[in-house]
């Protein structure tokens, strides 16, 4: 085998590799172009593209420009005005730093320069084509920097042939922009592809247009807005859950100090954050602007600087997901009801309920229709073409009511924190005890019933459609409840209440031996007190070896070493133990205890879960993300049925 002999590679090869890593496709070229235009300050950027960029793209901007001595120096490799020590890597206050971004894609293309530096009476018109400079010269032009560039890669088949169509390019593009849109509010951003306006930006410095001009009007009131400071990082933006979610990620946009950015540990914080207020395969969306010392960001990570890296990653992580979590929980996703227990305008208030006495009511006399002498059974069934009955309280029963003994005697007070005794004293044999008074017959009282409490409430429920949906009045609104996923919310709420004292820990029978790899022993060694309060009881037992004396009460000992595994793995990212795992357990739990759809329910019943979801005020979504209540205006109805033209 021959031996290789190591040369130096030509100047054109060494540009084509550098391009190679900056310069990907069309997007990556204009995104290195923006944000130089962004560095010298422009505050209106235009970016038109023909066929995805493939035959050309235009880049102008109103910034500070090239100064006409530096226009060689701006196409050469490794040449910037961002940095000049290797110690300004560590603080970088710029989005362009490396130097490389201009020369990459003068060298696979035909590129025209047209600038002028603020404060010059003439501008420079540059012609590049392949990395060779063919000509400079004077040209009259507004104040900024506008680059033409066509036919990129025309000098490297090979990577041009692994170009998508102009119609993916163009959406790469499109996205490119919504991000660069979304990261600079104050900069106006006009985006043209094929001679039509896709993007345009008011730059007028409010977040709020600026999504606006990106996901419109509609999208922008579904967003909850996000603000909060923690850990050295203050936090902005808007959080969509429910209707807002996506069936991917890249609605989730982040940026640092103005630079966006993609960061799986943000992602993966909100969506902690957004747990059970997204339906399950969806994500939810969210623009999020981070802002911390530059010192403490590492965005010398790759050429392309899509990616970040932060000193603290967990205390950045803690930060989105608690503030997030925070936010969301001050708002409320689910149609607006009012408490239900609102009496209606100018009504009386209700009277108390009456005292009676319990009697055996007269049996009916003989000649009496048959309907009368059929008992009445409304209250726990519907009627049998499916109609909601007439509701009215049961008629009284034959047999006698039970009485409920009296409540045990409380310790006065006076006697809580003294040795006095509450037995009785003893008796005094001179005295002779004096006899108890006969009790008097307690009177019952009748429970009022579900159906004599919703007449004083505002809604009105007006049956079940499939056995699933319960349907609803209220004011001008038709909503619509599914069955299924209230009483799943609502036994998860109540699960959740149940297992909140733990840490509880649950013996094992049999204590578990686990081998743990070296990391997750080291992980173990450095979390024995989460672990602890999370309900873990552990024991070292040599060897990389851990005994698993006990698992948190809401697990099974099914689960215990995949638990436990689980959460080593998650103690790696985070510091603190999600109860990732307890809360799936009560999921599942109240998932298959939870009313079925198309399981016929009493109207007792279906009242009383329409009662229990508004007076506790719980999450809009079963836990598994979906929603409890859809709402439909009058106004929908009507234009439905033609009552009024749209």
Same mark, same amino acid.
């Given at each position: 085998?021959?031996?290789?002999?190591?040369?130096?590679?030509?100047?054109?090869?060494?540009? #084509?590799?550098?391009?190679?890593?900056?310069?990907?496709?069309?997007?990556?070229?204009?995104?290195?172009?923006?944000?130089?235009?962004?560095?010298?300050?422009?505050?209106?950027?235009?970016?038109?593209?023909?066929? *995805?960029?493939?035959?050309?793209?235009?880049?102008?901007?109103? *910034?500070?420009?090239? #100064?006409?001595?530096?226009?060689?120096?701006?196409?050469?490799?490794?040449?910037?005005?961002?940095?000049?020590?290797?110690?300004?890597?560590?603080?970088?206050?710029?989005? *362009?730093?490396?130097?490389?971004?201009?020369?990459?894609?003068?060298?696979?293309?035909?590129? /025209?320069? #047209? /600038?002028?530096?603020?404060?010059?009476?003439?501008?420079?018109?540059?012609?590049?084509?392949?990395?060779?400079?063919?000509?400079? #010269?004077?040209?009259?032009?507004?104040?900024? /920097?506008?680059?033409?560039?066509?036919?990129?890669?025309?000098?490297?088949?090979?990577?041009?042939?692994?170009?998508?169509?102009?119609?993916?390019?163009?959406?790469?593009?499109?996205e490119l922009m919504a991000r660069l849109i979304l990261s600079h509010p104050a900069t106006s951003f006009r985006f043209m592809a094929d001679g039509k306006l896709v993007y345009f930006s008011a730059g007028d410095g409010n977040l709020d247009s600026a999504i606006m001009s990106v996901y419109g009007t509609d999208t922008l009131k579904l967003l909850t807005k996000i603000e909060g400071s923690m850990n050295g990082v203050m936090l902005s933006g808007f959080v969509g859950v429910g209707d807002a979610g996506r069936g991917n990620r890249s609605h989730e946009h982040f940026f640092l100090n103005g630079r966006a950015m993609k960061s799986p540990l943000l992602s993966s914080a909100v969506e902690n954050a957004c747990r059970q207020r997204v339906t399950i395969g969806r994500f939810p969306m969210c623009v999020l602007h981070l802002t911390m010392p530059f010192e403490n960001a590492d965005v010398n990570v790759h050429p392309n600087k899509w990616e970040v890296r932060f000193s603290d990653e967990r205390g950045v992580r803690a930060a989105v997901e608690t503030i997030v979590f925070e936010a969301l929980e001050k708002t409320n996703a689910a149609p607006p009801i009012p408490p239900m227990y609102l009496p209606p305008e100018n009504a009386a208030p209700a009277p108390a309920p009456a005292k009676i006495q319990v009697t055996q009511p007269a049996p009916p006399p003989e000649d009496a229709p048959a309907a009368l002498k059929k008992p009445d059974n409304r209250l726990s069934a519907f009627t049998e073409d499916g109609a909601l009955p007439t509701f009215a309280p049961p008629a009284p029963k034959k047999e006698a009511v039970p009485i409920l003994p009296p409540p045990a005697p409380v310790r006065p007070a006076a006697l809580r924190d003294s040795g006095a005794s509450l037995l009785p004293p003893r008796p005094n044999p001179e005295k002779p005890p004096e006899m108890p008074a006969p009790l008097a017959e307690p009177e019952q009282v009748q429970a009022p019933t579900v159906e004599a409490a919703f007449q004083q409430k505002p809604i009105r429920v007006l049956g079940v459609a499939f056995n699933t949906y319960i349907v609803m009045e209220y004011g001008d609104l038709l909503i619509l409840s599914d069955q299924h996923a209230v009483h799943e919310r609502l036994l998860y709420e109540q699960f959740m209440r149940e297992t909140a004292a733990a840490p509880a820990s649950q013996a094992l029978l049999i204590p578990l031996m686990v081998n743990l790899s070296p990391a997750e022993y080291a992980c173990y060694e450095e979390n024995k007190e989460t672990l602890e309060k999370a309900g873990f009881d552990l024991a070292p037992f040599g060897d990389g070896t851990v005994q698993l004396r006990g698992v948190p009460i809401v697990l099974g000992q099914p689960q215990a070493e995949s638990c436990l595994l689980e959460a080593l793995d998650e103690l790696t990212e985070n510091p603190s133990l999600p109860p990732a795992d307890r809360t799936s357990r009560v999921i599942q739990m109240a998932c298959k205890h939870a009313v079925k759809g198309g399981e016929r329910l009493p109207e007792e019943s279906v009242k009383q879960l329409i009662r229990d979801v508004i007076e506790q005020k719980v999450t809009p979504t079963c836990p598994h993300g979906r929603p409890l209540m859809v709402q439909i205006t009058r106004n929908e109805l009507e234009k439905r049925f033609r009552r009024i033209q749209s």
């Amino acid at each position: 085998m021959e031996i290789a002999h190591i040369r130096q590679l030509p100047p054109e090869v060494i540009g #084509q590799i550098a391009a190679g890593e900056v310069v990907e496709r069309p997007a990556a070229a204009i995104k290195e172009l923006v944000e130089n235009s962004m560095d010298a300050g422009a505050t209106a950027i235009t970016v038109d593209i023909k066929e *995805g960029g493939l035959a050309s793209f235009r880049v102008a901007d109103n *910034g500070s420009g090239i #100064q006409p001595s530096d226009i060689r120096l701006a196409f050469a490799r490794h040449a910037t005005s961002k940095i000049r020590t290797a110690e300004d890597l560590y603080g970088v206050r710029s989005l *362009g730093f490396r130097g490389e971004a201009l020369a990459s894609i003068a060298a696979v293309s035909k590129l /025209t320069c #047209q /600038t002028r530096a603020r404060g010059q009476e003439m501008g420079v018109l540059v012609r590049n084509e392949g990395g060779d400079i063919l000509s400079i #010269q004077d040209a009259a032009c507004p104040e900024g /920097t506008t680059f033409t560039v066509k036919e990129l890669f025309y000098n490297a088949p090979v990577r041009r042939k692994f170009l998508k169509k102009p119609a993916s390019e163009t959406a790469a593009v499109s996205e490119l922009m919504a991000r660069l849109i979304l990261s600079h509010p104050a900069t106006s951003f006009r985006f043209m592809a094929d001679g039509k306006l896709v993007y345009f930006s008011a730059g007028d410095g409010n977040l709020d247009s600026a999504i606006m001009s990106v996901y419109g009007t509609d999208t922008l009131k579904l967003l909850t807005k996000i603000e909060g400071s923690m850990n050295g990082v203050m936090l902005s933006g808007f959080v969509g859950v429910g209707d807002a979610g996506r069936g991917n990620r890249s609605h989730e946009h982040f940026f640092l100090n103005g630079r966006a950015m993609k960061s799986p540990l943000l992602s993966s914080a909100v969506e902690n954050a957004c747990r059970q207020r997204v339906t399950i395969g969806r994500f939810p969306m969210c623009v999020l602007h981070l802002t911390m010392p530059f010192e403490n960001a590492d965005v010398n990570v790759h050429p392309n600087k899509w990616e970040v890296r932060f000193s603290d990653e967990r205390g950045v992580r803690a930060a989105v997901e608690t503030i997030v979590f925070e936010a969301l929980e001050k708002t409320n996703a689910a149609p607006p009801i009012p408490p239900m227990y609102l009496p209606p305008e100018n009504a009386a208030p209700a009277p108390a309920p009456a005292k009676i006495q319990v009697t055996q009511p007269a049996p009916p006399p003989e000649d009496a229709p048959a309907a009368l002498k059929k008992p009445d059974n409304r209250l726990s069934a519907f009627t049998e073409d499916g109609a909601l009955p007439t509701f009215a309280p049961p008629a009284p029963k034959k047999e006698a009511v039970p009485i409920l003994p009296p409540p045990a005697p409380v310790r006065p007070a006076a006697l809580r924190d003294s040795g006095a005794s509450l037995l009785p004293p003893r008796p005094n044999p001179e005295k002779p005890p004096e006899m108890p008074a006969p009790l008097a017959e307690p009177e019952q009282v009748q429970a009022p019933t579900v159906e004599a409490a919703f007449q004083q409430k505002p809604i009105r429920v007006l049956g079940v459609a499939f056995n699933t949906y319960i349907v609803m009045e209220y004011g001008d609104l038709l909503i619509l409840s599914d069955q299924h996923a209230v009483h799943e919310r609502l036994l998860y709420e109540q699960f959740m209440r149940e297992t909140a004292a733990a840490p509880a820990s649950q013996a094992l029978l049999i204590p578990l031996m686990v081998n743990l790899s070296p990391a997750e022993y080291a992980c173990y060694e450095e979390n024995k007190e989460t672990l602890e309060k999370a309900g873990f009881d552990l024991a070292p037992f040599g060897d990389g070896t851990v005994q698993l004396r006990g698992v948190p009460i809401v697990l099974g000992q099914p689960q215990a070493e995949s638990c436990l595994l689980e959460a080593l793995d998650e103690l790696t990212e985070n510091p603190s133990l999600p109860p990732a795992d307890r809360t799936s357990r009560v999921i599942q739990m109240a998932c298959k205890h939870a009313v079925k759809g198309g399981e016929r329910l009493p109207e007792e019943s279906v009242k009383q879960l329409i009662r229990d979801v508004i007076e506790q005020k719980v999450t809009p979504t079963c836990p598994h993300g979906r929603p409890l209540m859809v709402q439909i205006t009058r106004n929908e109805l009507e234009k439905r049925f033609r009552r009024i033209q749209s």
